[in-house]
């Protein structure tokens, strides 16, 4: 009888499939609303053959090794994997999978959403408005920045990365750049869009977003010196991961005007945010909601239990990571 442990409560189309695709199978889930700790997860998953985690599970190679022997699959409710050891997961045959594809608009919208109320500045009216600070319509009131037509800088060229760069192209007449390593002739091609060197995508764009995996080279690759290349006028936003950019860096940026405002869905010791961040007028601050509609977590569930029946039931699964 194979044993499923599932770090975090998630939708009932993961256990309902589970239960389809495993009918033996012994599924436990965390009961708490919360996080476990290091040794909670050892204790309530170790033995398991299949674990299902989040992106808020530090899975390092001996945290792995403390799960036993017979895990033969960890399946992350996540595109992104900075958080497991892929190395530690394959020199122990265990199949690591992901969540990729179903969650691009989701995350998409955030990022526009998060481009748009920046330039606008939806959340300080939002503030202005509920506290009684609307005494009347007024020519001078709360203006912003337009969306339509500006310069969009997209750093890191995936899927998610490419819708951003779509709807911006299509719905707002943006220019495109874009920075990535690789060239994508079809960024040219379908978007009209220049590659450009970092630097030069810092100083052209009115809008930056992050849109790049975590890996060692990207840690900190948006940093104090990378901020004074921007405009006065611009907006960073990051649904990537939290510690591509030099989060302290950012607050002093914005205290000192170097930039316009900032849209932030990740944090660098997320949950925590660095000093002075949530004291800003010109941020807006999201929970980590990049895929969180009701359609993509359901969907992403149902991927996580995939890959687990995949691998327990002797099949390749669909998005292996390694
Ligand atoms: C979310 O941040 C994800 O990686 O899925
Ligand atoms: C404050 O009320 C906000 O929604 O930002």
Redesign the pocket.
Known sequence: MPFIYITRAVPDAATELLAKGLPDARVEINPHDRNLNRAELIEAAAGCDALICT?ADPLDASLIEDLGPQLKVIAT?????NNIHLEAAKARGIAVC??PDV?TDA?AEVAVGLMIACARRFADGDRLTRSGGFTGWAPMLHRGHGVYGKTVGIVGAGRIGKRVAATMKHGFGCEILYFSREDHVDWENDLGAAKVELGELLQRSDFVSLHCPLTPDTRHLIDADMLKLMKPTSVLVNTA?GPVVDEAALVAALKAGQIAGAGFD?YEHEPALAPGLAELDNVVLLP?I??ATHETRAE?GRMCARAVIAVLTGQEPQHRVI
Request: charged share 5%.
């Open positions: 992106l409710y996540a595109v992104g994997y992901n969540t969650l995350t991961r990740v980590h990049g895929s992403m």
